[in-house]
């Protein structure tokens, strides 16, 4: 072990003190020894709506698509698309956007899978259910707010106070034998990331140096006998009562302990980051790379990931005129693409490739007939990548609606439609509950069935609770 | 600004020292507005209090300062040219800079903030300015977003209907929201009564949605107290449907840009015009041909007829927007949460709607509503009761953190502050995650329904404060006490620096010295084990060196939680 390491394992021990419960239960060495035990969750949410209807594109059924989308010009040429091949589940042909190359080759290496037509829900609900009303449905959907809480919390009746990654890490945090934050966020304190014990900690991107991605400065190395800083941390602990100040000092006390922590991790490369040129979602997960190749110094067994890329609310110039396969979506998809194949093989690289799983959330889809400024409207539910060695790739998982198949059926106005009539737009009724979606990878993740309704409370509504596609 | 810069810090070494007197010899004032009282106000009124400005509140009084500030010429963000939408290859450099990024918009909005009289103004522009959103995410040019800027500040204290239908057909807005452009549907079979030249596409639902959702009246129906009326089985009950948000969309259509702007002469030929209005598209035979002329349903069962003019529908339907009853308490609420507290007690919005409502068309409806908001006596006191209100008041957003701190010491600054890297440490406002005029979206940099965290409080600007960033505060805090930011070349002319000269006669007596700074910064609200907690960390700096014992109080009072929340 190198000093530095050796080092870092004893000042975390003393810089945490009493608080650090996991050391204390399992020892120190334990925690080395026990280190092959490791999983982590990673979120990518890609902020604003991401058109699922130009991400997954029917190939066998592409007549319709260019039917509903070519008029506004927003069909993508069929030579272009990334084709799957039949799909098992579906028994038809499908295609990826021709930005998502990356993801196009793990899918034919089967570390890559689709769930189909998710969204919240607070039941199973058909168009006939959601259009007489008889369906209890999301509070105002369609909007951006509401719809990413209810993703993120997987609650949609009522304001939740967390989300379902923090509550995940309060049912998996007691596994970690130290007590750095279960959860890491690259991209602010969404609360997705908050428990109802743990809190999130939001550290600085790449190309930040990883043991610089929180610091204090101003201060000796070590800072522990300096007056102000000791003055500065009591201070912490004196709210007087007011609730806004505790709150605020919640999270600085946290962050200035953290940081004491993560100061000694190094900056260890992860390859093939850095991204040429870098992203910004490249530069999250290079950093989310870093922090899971120091997982075992940090005394971390189960750990969740948030990142973020926003841009995806394409109501205008989604595409550019005449060449539909290049334009804002194509760029985002494009930078999706790319950072999450260098996610995975970095993963391969670190040896947890089937240790970590990677996938994405987005407020809702987009409109299947588009508007008149060359991009779409708010929809609702979607598709999503999920992406890992314990992934059962190469195939699209959901529950089966109108149509028998686990993919819902491209009409306006038709069986999976809310809308109706000739101004019908296409927003697909979810086949799938988030709640579904993300008992699955919680589930995986460790939390265990009883303890599912803890984080998930409205679960046991839906059937299957969980979907199939990890190992 | 150098003559400027340095008649400022001249008046403001003078002040400070009668501010530091006053308040050593005057520790109980007995005149009817306390000193907490007073520097209070500045904290929720403007960019932060300066010993000048309470020294000049005290003369005039509360009443006499709105007065004064209601009066106070308008500042203005830097003349902009207008240029190409893509960079000439030949602009670079500072034009590139000036131009083609928003450093000169940003700039300016940190030195107004730091310097301007217009204090109150600004402060409400720039809370109008997270309510109703323009960014950068989608107006790339800053001659773009300083239309828009402009307007904010030009409207800060004039009449919300106005506001709502300036920032309608503002360009810019135009263009962030999608109205641009946005036209009607041609119907199978078609039908010139309804869409004479539309196409087989729907009408953009982007701003119908987002000005109901975000800049008027909210997805749930309020009381005149803000709190939601709950219906028979005690549900929210929504203020509108999608359907309504698609008969919005096609009352919005047909608004296109005003005619080109002449290029800066060294360029030739148009550029796009945002610096007008959008105007009605007409055909070649005068006719809308964008918009959609058929019957529309609106809010609380408003009908349009169909087939009036553009611009008379589009008067009506603000109409049905702005004189909504969801608006007094939905954007009151907001301004009271932007300025002075983040939990106001029912009462408190009620008090405030009722203002808003009783001005619905007076042309200075929103000064009227942020003087109640500010002579509210929940806002007013010496201090906040704990017992009684532990929620009461906001945590600092970024921009007000830096301004606050920076007023507070005098500072020189050339106002580059919004995005900063000083030897590896990123502490300027977007690094705290408020990057002025730059919001992720249209929901702005943080939502009004965030909470503290573990606790049920509101406290919206806590979504921005997480370990990173409140670290970073800390090193903003760092660096301006113990140095300063630099002078950098070009793009840094003065950089920013405080003084801290006149405080060292103070440290040889800490006591004197922590009540001074608790007067400036914390409105004497300081506790007793506060103050012990500093005066330790004090007393360990030799008395032989003044001017780290005043450092290591500012710093640590400046990084406090109890600094960071403006009560």
Redesign the interface.
Known sequence: MASTRREFLLRSLGSFGAVMLGIERFGLLNAVAQSADYRALVCIFLNGGNDGNNMIIPYDDYPSYLAARGPSGLAIEQSSLLRTGVVPSVGAEFAFHPSLAGLHTLWGEGKLGVVCNVGPLLERTTRTSYQNRTARIPLNLFSHSDQINQWQTSVSDTASPSGWGGRSADEVGPLNVSVFSPVTSTAGTPIFTTGNLERPLAIAVAPTRLDAALRLDGFPNPPDNDPRYLEMKRLLSLDGGQTLVRGASRVTAAAVSMEGAIRFTGDPPVPPFPLNPRTSLGNQLEQVAKMISVRTELGMKRQIFFCSLGGFDTHNSQVIGGTPGTGTHASLLLQVSDAMKAFYDATVQLGVASDVTTFTLSDFSRTWVPNGTLGTDHAWGSHQFVMGGSVRGREFYGCAGSNATVFPTLAANGPDDTDQGGNARGRWIPTVAVDQYGATLASWLGVSNADLPAVFPNVKRFDPTTLGFLT | MNSHTLRFGLIAWMTTCLLLCWSAINPAPSKAQSAGNLVRFLEQATFGPTPLLIVRLEQIGLEGFLEEQRTAPMTDYPDLEFWPQTRPASCTGDCQRDNYTYYQLQRHFFSNALYGEDQLRQRIAFALGQILVSSR??VPLPSWMRTYQQLLYKSAFGNFRQLLYDVTVNATMGRF??ML???C?TR?PPDVNICRN?????????YA?EIL?LFSIG?FMLNQDGTRQLDSSGN?I?TYD?EI??EFSRVFTGWILAPALSAPSSVGGTVPNYRDPMRVRLDSQGREDYHDKAPKKLLMGFQLAGGQSQTVELGAAIDNIAFHPNVAPFIGKQLIQHLVT?NPSPAYVGRISAVFTANANSPTQLFNVVRAILLDPEARGDFID??TQ??????REPVQFITNLLRAFNATSDGVLNSLNIG???IGSAEM?QDVFNA??V?SFY?P?A???????L?PQ??????????RR??FA??II?SNIPAAAPNRPTGTSIDLSFWDPLASNPERLIEALNQLLLHGAM?G??RE??R??VE?VPVSNPRLRVR?AA??IA????Y??Q?
């Open positions: 995410s989608d929201l999608d452009n946005n036209r549907q199978t539309g196409l087989n596409s729907q009408p953009n639902e982007n949605r959702q997805t929210p929504p999608q948000v698609e983040s704990t017992a532990p929620d009461f008041g906001k945590l590896g440490s990123a995650s992720p979206s929901f939502p329904t909470r503290v965290p573990g606790e049920n409080a406290g806590f979504a921005v404060f997480s370990s990173l960033t409140s670290l800390a090193n760092n660096r113990f506790s084990e506060m907690s500093v330790v960390a360990s290591t710093y640590l990084t406090s939680s109890q960071q929340v009560r």
